[in-house]
């Protein structure tokens, strides 16, 4: 079974920055849809940005022009770059993709530490 491997977690001070990595273990077909979401501790989880065929892009208000998601359509690996990160931030990030026909795949979720 495919599973979605995450990477580029970890702490760092306020204002710093982060690039996380995800990408299929395998072949995924009929993606439309990739993004990253995350939940802070007794949070629900929400959608932080996705990317849809095509490139548009949408983002949570919280991080608008301080995040960055893009997309490598060769190798299916979506990417986040953060920006100027606030304590708020801190969370784990879950990487998502949706499919055509295949359902929706979720990653295991890296966790984000952004001390103040």
């Known amino acids: 079974q495919v599973q979605l491997v995450e990477s580029g977690g970890g702490l760092v001070q306020a204002g710093g920055s982060l690039r996380l990595s995800c990408a299929p273990s395998g072949s995924i077909a009929g993606i439309v849809v990739m993004g990253w979401y995350r939940q802070a501790p007794g949070k629900q989880r929400e959608l932080v940005a996705i990317?849809?065929?095509?490139?548009?892009?949408n983002y949570a208000d919280s991080v608008k022009g301080r995040f960055t998601i893009s997309r490598d359509n060769v190798k299916n690996t979506v990417y986040l770059q953060m920006n100027s990160l606030k304590p708020e931030d801190t969370a784990v990030y879950y990487c998502?993709?949706?499919?055509?026909?295949?359902?929706?795949?979720w990653g295991q979720g890296t966790q984000v530490t952004v001390s103040s």
């Open positions: 990317v849809v065929n095509g490139g548009s892009t």
């Open positions: 998502n993709v949706g499919t055509s026909w295949l359902g929706v795949y």
